[in-house]
Each structure stands twice: as structure tokens, then as C-alpha cells.
């Protein structure tokens, strides 16, 4: 079972977006308001706030062994943007999506911002915000294990843990030594090199660490909203293909508009032999470390992607749910559960995805699920 070990102080530094109406000059202000962050992004970059409907198109990704990332296309006809993004040596964003009961935000840090000549449209990207993972340090850690040291650079970077039991993380270390580089390197370098786990920061700046097979002991998580409805009781995570049987129910299982199996039995393969890597922390003299004879976490088992009909607003980082899939059946005939793709799965991506449609009814942010 995961627990929180900390708490993040990161989310309290988030900007936060306000705006003004005049509510003589709107005719249905409280449905503007709404449809603000459910069907249409809020944006802000650095302190300007694009008035209308500019988000053209918008992926905010966060997954496994990696910082959260976004990319944005927004409408910059007036040229606004593209003169706010002269004025700052660090531009940033903060992207606002959700509903009255349910809220993400995420900060970014803008890597580049590529226009192409009279184009109307200017394209964004770049990862979360949190400037502390990149400071340096020189220190050594004495009689210390993995956990303790990795708190601690959650505690630098104002980040939270999340945490699922691990044997490799609570054996003390006789000698650690960060030579003077970033932070987040020091801890991905610990995670890679002394444990089996995966590693996940979200955009609420909690880090969560685990094994795959120790994350799979939990129980499936329960959620209580569903589309924007906040619900009597609590109830498990079902994601299923299967619609007449989610139109029966009474809000039980979340939909999907489609899914896909990726697998890569090739790259396991490869990666079950023994590795050798070239450590620059181990090693200062350019030679080849000894081999790394940790299990590797294996995460090339089939990978299911699934487009969600519903948003599952209570979802995070290794979250368990539980999968099914049936085999499409022709007419009059009853549909198959798929055993091989249909048990209990980890969350190991979530993506929120954006397309602006000429209709505007037909805009909205849609959720994107990667499970193992």
C-alpha cells in the first residue's frame, strides 16, 4: 500500500488566474464561468491573461521516469503572446482545467516559443515549474538509506512523497555522494541505481516512488465524482468498452472511446541482460562501473492506452483500476471479455488532451489513460 510520507508545499506557490467580468455586459455569467476550465483551458502567461477562446490545441502530459510536460497551440492574431514572451528572462504559464468540483492546475516553465511568419498561431511547450530541482549540491550522506536521502531533496524542492514500500530503499548505505549536480538528477540517479522503481511527479508537485509489482498489491482506488456529480458513496475505479452495459448502470464504470495494446517483448529483451553503464557519480576516473545486477522494473509488459468518455477526476500517478475489455461481437450476438487485457492495471501516463471545434459544443478536454 502507497502513503503519503510528505506533504507538497509546491501547489500553495502556483499562480493564481484571476478574472474580471462586468456581469451587466454577460448575459449567462454563471454558464461562461463554467464552461471556463471544463470546455475551454484558462490560460496565463506570466502575468497576462488572453481574453476569449485562444487555446487552439493543448496536451498536458504526466508520466512515469519523467517531469511533467505540456504543449499548447494558442491564436495570437493581436500579436499579445509573442510581446509578453520579449519581456521576461524566465517565461512561465499556468494552465487551468476542470470543473466546479474538481480543479488542475499546472505551471510551467516555456522552453521555446515557435511562430512561423504570418501565422496567427503560435506554438508552446516545456515541463512543470519547479526551479528548486535544478539547484546543485556537493554533499555526502553518511549511514543513510535511499529514503532518507530522497526525502530529504523532496523536502529542498518543496515537494511532497508519495510512497509505496520498497526492501531497497530502508537498506542503509555506507557512503553516498552528490558530486555537485542538480537535485533531480542526484534522485534519479538513486532511484536507477540503488532501487527497482519507477518514479512519477505530478503537477501538484507530489513525488511518488514504487516498484510495479508492489504498486499491483493494492486495492483498486474508489472514486466519488462523476462527471462533475458528487456521489453518495464511494466506489471502485471500473473502466470498461462495453457501452450498453455502462448505459445500465447507474454511474458504476467510466466509458472509452477507444483503446490500443502496444507491447515491446523486443526492448524486454534487450534489457534482461546484464547492463553495464558508464556511472559519472561512482567514477570519476571515465571507467566502467560494475554491472547493475538490481532487477529491472519491468514495464514493457502490453501497455493499454484508453481515450476516456468520462474524465476520472480523482485518478493520480500509479492509481489501480480495474480494466475491462470486451471483443466486439456482430449483432444479436453477446460480447466476450477479453481475460488476457481485462484484470487490475497501474496508472502509469495521464494525459489531458484539447482540440478547439468549430462547434463549440463539441469542445472538450478529454483524458487519456496509459495502464499496465
Not at 481485462?342 to 487519456?368: A, F, G, T
Amino acid at each position: 500500500m502507497g502513503e503519503l510520507k510528505l506533504e507538497s508545499k509546491y501547489i500553495d506557490k502556483i499562480p493564481k488566474i484571476n478574472i474580471q467580468f462586468d456581469k451587466n455586459a454577460v448575459d449567462d455569467l454563471n454558464g461562461v464561468v463554467n464552461s471556463w476550465g471544463s470546455y475551454n483551458p484558462v490560460v496565463m502567461i506570466n502575468d497576462y491573461i488572453p481574453e476569449g477562446s485562444v487555446v487552439v490545441d493543448l496536451n498536458i502530459s504526466i508520466g512515469i521516469n519523467k517531469l511533467p510536460s505540456f504543449n499548447i497551440t494558442l491564436n495570437d492574431d493581436d500579436f499579445k503572446i509573442r510581446n509578453i514572451l520579449k519581456k521576461q528572462d524566465i517565461d512561465t504559464i499556468v494552465i487551468a482545467i476542470g470543473t466546479s468540483n474538481w480543479l488542475l492546475k499546472f505551471y510551467g516553465i516555456i522552453h521555446n516559443s515557435p511562430a512561423e511568419v504570418n501565422n496567427d498561431e503560435i506554438y508552446l511547450y516545456g515541463n512543470i515549474f519547479n526551479d528548486k530541482w535544478y539547484n546543485t549540491e556537493q554533499k555526502g550522506y553518511k549511514d543513510k538509506t535511499v529514503y532518507d536521502v530522497i526525502e530529504e531533496l523532496c523536502k529542498k524542492t518543496d515537494s511532497g512523497l508519495y510512497l509505496f514500500s520498497n526492501s531497497f530503499l530502508d537498506i542503509k548505505q555506507p557512503y553516498l555522494t552528490n558530486p555537485n549536480t542538480k537535485l533531480l538528477s542526484y534522485f534519479t540517479f538513486l532511484i536507477q541505481n540503488y532501487s527497482d522503481c519507477l518514479w512519477c511527479y505530478d503537477n501538484n508537485g507530489i513525488m511518488y516512488v514504487g516498484n510495479l509489482e508492489d504498486i499491483r498489491k493494492s486495492d483498486v482506488d474508489k472514486f466519488k465524482i462523476y462527471e462533475d456529480i458528487v456521489l453518495d458513496d464511494e466506489k471502485p475505479i471500473i473502466i470498461s468498452n462495453y457501452m450498453e452495459d455502462i448505459s445500465k448502470n447507474d454511474k458504476d464504470k467510466f466509458g472509452i472511446s477507444g483503446f490500443t495494446v502496444t507491447s515491446n517483448y523486443g526492448i524486454k529483451h534487450l534489457l534482461s541482460k546484464d547492463k553495464y553503464r558508464y556511472n559519472y557519480f561512482d567514477d570519476m576516473n571515465n571507467k566502467v562501473s560494475k554491472p547493475n545486477h538490481l532487477p529491472i522494473t519491468n514495464i514493457y509488459d502490453k501497455q493499454v492506452t484508453v481515450l476516456m468518455n468520462q474524465n476520472i477526476f480523482e485518478i493520480n500517478p500509479f492509481s489501480i483500476v480495474d480494466l475491462e475489455l470486451y471483443i466486439q461481437k456482430k449483432q444479436f450476438q453477446s460480447h466476450i471479455l477479453d481475460e488476457e487485457l481485462s484484470e487490475k492495471k497501474v496508472v502509469i501516463e495521464i494525459e489531458y488532451i484539447y482540440n478547439l471545434n468549430e462547434d463549440d459544443s463539441k469542445s472538450r478536454i478529454q483524458q487519456k489513460l496509459t495502464l499496465i
